[in-house]
């Protein structure tokens, strides 16, 4: 494989699921193994700590990411969920108990052999691309860490028997937008010995969209880590929005809520 960018040291997608239990739903994330983290960002889960009294309504918001995730006790129903320029929403039944895999940026095709576009703004199962996944029911005792050593184990494997060609002029495009959040204009600054419309096509096959629509994932994702406060330092201004009413309108179809509702609580 060509060397990738650190994609982590430069990208760290947020998803701001519930960091403790709450409600009764737990949300929780793990490293991989070391020989991994170049390519798999990080592994999560996502459970109900005691039966709820409604269906749930899970958000998870737009992270450049794609996303293999499973209910525990049936690992070969996994589900593929690929890049998306907006917030999705899943209403979850009363119970439930789902682990998943976060890929970082560009990397799923690679390890796959699939292009991107083809799994972008929806959700494949996963037996549509490959039929080499955990085919044993995960007992309801593991722990996450439990769970990741499975998983692990599985993806070294994988990795161990996969050549994966890469391109440098989509890294050197990715490093550049990673580098500067998002505030880029990649078809002034493109890689030597590339056009314009190449971009777009490599970019869909390792993104599943447009450079300018994975840009604008960056820039509100780093947003989202900042430590200031967003709205009263007009930090939208730096990440490169017209005004206000502009960083309003992006955030929230990115997020499925505006910022005062995420920043101010």
């Not at 009764?24 to 070391?34: F, I, S």
């Not at 722990?143 to 993806?155: G, P, V, Y």
């Not at 989509?170 to 056009?195: C, H, N, Q």
Request: proline share 7%.
């Amino acid at each position: 494989m060509q060397k990738s960018p650190y994609i982590r040291a430069l990208y760290a997608p947020v998803q701001p699921g519930l960091k403790q239990a709450e409600g009764g739903v737990m949300y929780q994330e793990c490293l991989p193994h070391a020989g991994l983290q170049e390519v798999i960002y990080c592994y999560w889960e996502l459970k109900t700590e005691c039966r709820l009294a409604a269906p749930y309504q899970y958000r998870v918001v737009a992270d450049g990411c794609i996303d293999i995730f499973f209910e525990r006790h049936n690992p070969t129903a996994a589900v593929v969920m690929g890049f998306s320029d907006a917030y999705t929403e899943f209403p979850l039944p009363a119970a439930f108990h789902y682990v998943g895999v976060r890929f970082l940026p560009g990397m799923f095709p690679v390890l796959y052999k699939v292009n991107a576009a083809e799994l972008a703004h929806k959700e494949t199962p996963l037996a549509d691309i490959t039929t080499h996944f955990l085919r044993e029911d995960l007992p309801g005792a593991l722990s996450l860490m439990d769970i990741k050593c499975r998983l692990d184990a599985h993806f070294l494997k994988l990795l161990s028997a996969t050549d994966l060609p890469a391109d440098n002029r989509f890294y050197e495009s990715l490093d550049l937008i990673l580098r500067t959040a998002g505030r880029v204009s990649i078809e002034k600054e493109l890689p030597w010995g590339i056009s314009s419309r190449q971009l777009r096509r490599l970019f869909a096959g390792y993104i599943g969209d447009t450079p300018k629509a994975f840009s604008n994932v960056v820039r509100f994702q780093h947003l989202l880590r900042s430590p200031l406060p967003v709205l009263k330092n007009r930090l939208y201004l730096d990440a490169g929005y017209y005004d206000q009413a502009h960083f309003i309108k992006v955030f929230k179809a990115l997020y499925g809520l505006t910022p005062s509702q995420v920043f101010d609580k």
